[in-house]
């Protein structure tokens, strides 16, 4: 009685084959992979979200290898061998989606509004005006990175964030120096062309909103120092660990060095394939404040 009213599934339904779509016929799965090896790494995740069959190749561990290669080119090769099998049990796709690393396929974007008062005119007596510009980070797998400050969106100030320095106005803004990553800490130094003596130093925090993403950096201290006083300052990479920690603390310290707070919204990373159509090209009469989350 306990199977009144069920109904049963006719014997050898529940092993009928899934039906293949015309490239799962034509392509066999060496030639698939072969292909898939091509892709950028995001591109292979959609991907996997199109059939359970592609979702299987896209775990075949010569394409998380190759990911993990490109992302993470700061590192040596075998540091990073001994790496995956010590602390990811030899995946290197838990590697890649586990470890932090900075992404070098798009840029980095800071979005900050201020509201600045204007001239008093004889029919407005108290005018306020909503001032938009943006911080833009773009790193190399080298150690370098370049910065720009503008009120340009994204669709227009990503031309020129180049290592070399073209011939527009654009390109004399940019500023170039650089960068460590130690886990989630990020720390940058520049120094701006237009003063050789003017130090600036950033110290960041890399996060992701979905596993793997790396997509948001945190402003945790923006610091400017001039060397004019004849005080050194460490360079990044010099040192160990706590070492460079402590000459960094003893350096905030230093008379001459100053703290900006204003601009300090986090940084959202936009992929070159998404530049043209970021919801930061929006002008501030349609987007008055931009969330990160």
């Given at each position: 009685m306990s199977l009144y009213g069920l109904r049963l599934r006719p014997r050898g339904a529940a092993q009928s084959e899934v039906p293949q779509a015309p490239i799962q016929k034509l392509l066999p799965p060496e030639l698939t992979t072969t292909v898939l090896r091509y892709l950028p790494i995001t591109t292979l995740a959609h991907c996997q979200c199109v059939c359970k069959q592609w979702n299987a190749l896209g775990?075949?561990?010569?394409?998380?290898?190759?990911?993990?290669q490109e992302a993470f080119q700061y590192i040596e090769h075998d540091k990073l061998s001994?790496?995956?099998?010590?602390?990811?049990?030899?995946?290197?796709?838990?590697?890649?989606?586990q470890r932090p690393h900075m992404r070098f396929d798009g840029v980095y974007v800071s979005r900050n509004t201020y509201l600045r008062t204007g001239l008093v005119e004889w029919r407005v007596k108290n005018p306020v005006h909503l001032v938009c510009y943006f911080r833009y980070y773009r790193f190399f797998p080298d150690g370098q990175f370049v910065y720009r400050t503008s009120p340009d969106v994204v669709r227009n100030a990503a031309r020129s964030l180049q290592l070399s320095p073209g011939k527009s106005r654009a390109d004399s803004q940019?500023?170039?120096?650089?960068?460590r990553l130690n886990g989630s800490a990020l720390q940058t130094v520049m120094v701006y062309a237009n003063s050789k003596n003017t130090e600036i130093r950033a110290k960041l925090k890399l996060r992701s909103t979905t596993q793997g993403a790396n997509n948001r950096l945190d402003i945790e201290s923006i610091v400017s120092f001039d060397k004019a006083d004849g005080i050194s300052t460490p360079v990044i990479g010099s040192?160990?660990?706590?070492?460079?920690e402590q000459d960094l603390q003893q350096f905030l310290q230093q008379p001459g060095t100053r703290a900006h707070k204003r601009g300090t919204s986090p940084f959202v990373f936009v992929q070159w394939d998404n530049i043209g159509g970021s919801e930061l090209n929006l002008p501030v009469g349609k987007m008055d404040f931009y969330v990160p989350g």
């Open positions: 775990n075949f561990p010569p394409l998380w290898h190759s990911a993990c001994r790496l995956v099998r010590t602390a990811h049990k030899g995946s290197w796709r838990d590697l890649y989606l940019v500023e170039r120096g650089l960068w040192q160990q660990d706590d070492e460079e």
